[in-house]
Each structure stands twice: as C-alpha cells, then as structure tokens.
C-alpha cells in the first residue's frame, strides 16, 4: 500500500516536472538546456569523441523528452501495477493512454508559451519514451513468468 502512494507522488511529480518545462519560454528554455550542452561537451571532450556538425542543444533537448517520459511512464506503470492484480495488461494500457495525454498535453501548453511551439515530432518522440519504457517492463514480466513456469 505504502508503495502504491510512493510511486503515485513520483508519477505526479515527474508529470509536474514536465508541464512545468513546458511553461517556460523559449529563452528560459535554451538557458537551462545550455548549461547541460555545456555538460555534454565537457563529456565529449573529456572522452575525446567528436560529434562532428551534430546540433547538440537539439540533441540535449530532444534526450530530456525521452528520458523525462520514460521516468514517468515508469512511475505511473508501477502505480497502475500497484492497483491492477488480475488484469496483467491493463497497466500498459493504462500507462500507454496516459502517456499519449501527457505529451499532448505537454505539446498544447507549449502552442501558448511565448517562443515555443506545439510539435507532433515531440509528442512522438515522447511516446518512444513510453513505449521503450512498456516493452523493457513487458520482457521482463515475461522472464519472470517462465521462470516460475520452470
């Protein structure tokens, strides 16, 4: 019970966390996401790799949809997992549906803050996040189905 309320406050902060990115303007926007390109560079270089002609503030703001939707899909899986015991799929459904609402959600809020725009390239990118997240958590439901079969 006690982790079901854990992973719902992860879920709904994860989903704040994201709306509240997508309230800020653009120039708000590219300050935050240029301290972590700075980050990135310093990586690069440290390793010596060279990314070449490669926009890497694009790359750095289209990394963070992906993972910040990939860490709430997981928060909200494992609290529909919490609430769901004889409808095995029914989370990934659940999960899935909420994860398209959130990035639509995410995308129209953006159509009204200044300097940003509504893209259905990032509403797609974001559901790659959920639905990396939903096949890892299905194969490894699945592993532990056949071990308990053996």
Known sequence: MKQRYTYLTLAILTTIIIFVNSLMPANISSEQSGFFVGVARK??????????????????????HFIFFFLASLFWHMFFKTLMNREPYEPYTLTLNIGLLIA?????????????????EDILLDLAGVATLLLIALIISLIKHKKRDF
Not at 43 to 64: E, H, P, Q
């Open 43 to 64: 990586v690069l270089t440290f390793f010596k790799i060279d990314i070449g002609n490669i926009n890497l503030s694009l790359l750095v703001r289209k990394t963070a």
């Open 104 to 120: 639509m959600t995410d995308e129209f809020i953006q159509y009204f803050t200044p300097g940003r725009a509504m893209m259905v």
